[in-house]
């Protein structure tokens, strides 16, 4: 079946001990997304990709870095975690304008715990 | 800015009930609206996508509906069970925005009990 992975579920970091979260997906959708989301909190954009295009939101810290490598693999970056960068993390993916649709599909999501 | 509002935060009803829930957001400029359901320490699962142009979608016991100048988008759940308890997120995608930015409410909690 198509879908969008993330990996790891669970990742546990230390204060200010950088972390790679991953995301891959078999749907050959061209943009992915990274939102965070808190505790009984609404998820937020961090940035996407379109293409090779990375677009970076207005707010996203500079803490918070992205790669993707090729369609399929997208990497979230943390480079100084703190405390209140535990969230979970979930990543999504969707077909360009093109096709009118933008519909998005989620992964699982990654719950950082930062210690 | 958009914002979007889910209203009630939180709510429980008995099994076999049917239940509407409410999301409001304040720019009707929309591409998409979009539900979905979020299970505990879970990513989100898509239940329906409506476009702009459109007024409603439906899914088995599921049924959207759009009114965008009112800006109230309204989620049916028909005969609800145990198995729909879950938190339910709808969010909007504006036009001019970032490449499909999806702006999310905060969501109802939903508990059905047997």
């Known amino acids: 079946d198509a879908m969008v992975i993330q990996n790891p579920r669970y990742q546990v970091t230390q204060f200010g001990k950088p972390v790679t979260l991953s995301c891959s997906q078999t749907?050959?959708?061209?943009?992915m997304y990274w939102y965070q989301q808190k505790s009984s909190q609404a998820p937020k954009l961090l940035f996407h990709?379109?293409?090779?295009?990375?677009?970076n939101e207005a707010d996203t810290p500079d803490n918070f870095q992205s790669r993707r490598p090729n369609t399929s693999f997208c990497f979230l970056d943390i480079r100084s975690p703190g405390l209140g960068d535990a969230a979970m993390y979930l990543c999504?993916?969707?077909?360009?304008?093109?096709?009118?649709?933008?519909?998005?599909?989620f992964g699982p999501g990654t719950r950082l715990t930062v210690t | 800015k958009q914002e979007v509002t889910q209203i009630p935060a939180a709510l429980s009803v008995p099994e076999g009930e049917n239940l509407v829930l409410n999301c409001s957001f304040t720019?009707?400029?929309?591409?998409?609206l979009q539900w979905f359901r979020q299970d505990p320490g879970k990513g989100l699962t898509s239940l329906l996508l409506?476009?702009?142009?459109?007024r409603e979608q439906t899914s088995g016991r599921l049924n959207a509906s759009l009114d965008k100048s009112s800006g109230r988008s309204t989620l049916y759940i028909a005969a609800s069970q145990p198995g729909d308890s879950a938190t339910y997120l709808c969010?909007?995608?504006?036009?001019?925005?970032?490449?499909?930015?999806?702006?999310f409410g905060k969501g109802t909690k939903l508990s059905v009990k047997p």
């Open positions: 749907l050959n959708h061209n943009v």
């Open positions: 720019d009707s400029a929309i591409y998409n």
């Open positions: 990709y379109y293409d090779k295009d990375f677009n």
């Open positions: 969010a909007v995608v504006n036009y001019g925005g970032s490449q499909g930015n999806l702006i």
């Open positions: 999504a993916t969707s077909l360009s304008i093109g096709t009118g649709s933008y519909e998005q599909y």
């Open positions: 409506i476009q702009s142009s459109q």
